[in-house]
Structures are given as structure tokens and as C-alpha cells.
């Protein structure tokens, strides 16, 4: 349960970040690992983000 609760604050916080860039989540940390993007507080943010919600959905499946 606190797995599914924490993958909706993700995804929500990540929907955010893609309306607010106009940019899919995953083509930017593909990009932000590559040094496309700026090291700012932001795109740090969103890059960790993205990076529990991958480990989130993993660890789902596996609970499943």
C-alpha cells in the first residue's frame, strides 16, 4: 500500500516537471546523465525522481 501511495506522489511530481519542460521524464534522464542538462537544483530534483520511481515500480512488480 505505501509503495502505490508513493508512486502517485512520483508520477504527480513528474507529470509536473514534464508539462512544466515540455519533456518526457525518461528522455530527460537519458539526456541529464549525458550532460544535456544543467546540474541546477531542479533538474537534480527531477532526476532523482525519476530515478525512485524506477526503483518504486520495480520493487511494485516485485510485491506483485
Do not use: C
Given at each position: ?51 525512485m ?12
Open positions: 500500500k505505501r509503495v502505490k501511495l508513493t508512486l502517485k506522489y512520483l508520477e504527480k511530481r513528474l507529470e509536473e516537471f514534464e508539462k512544466h519542460y515540455q519533456t518526457d521524464s525518461a528522455d530527460f534522464y537519458v539526456k541529464f546523465n549525458k550532460g544535456e542538462f544543467p546540474d541546477s537544483h531542479e533538474m537534480v530534483e527531477w532526476a532523482s525522481y525519476y530515478d520511481a524506477a526503483k518504486a515500480g520495480l520493487k511494485r512488480k516485485a510485491l506483485a
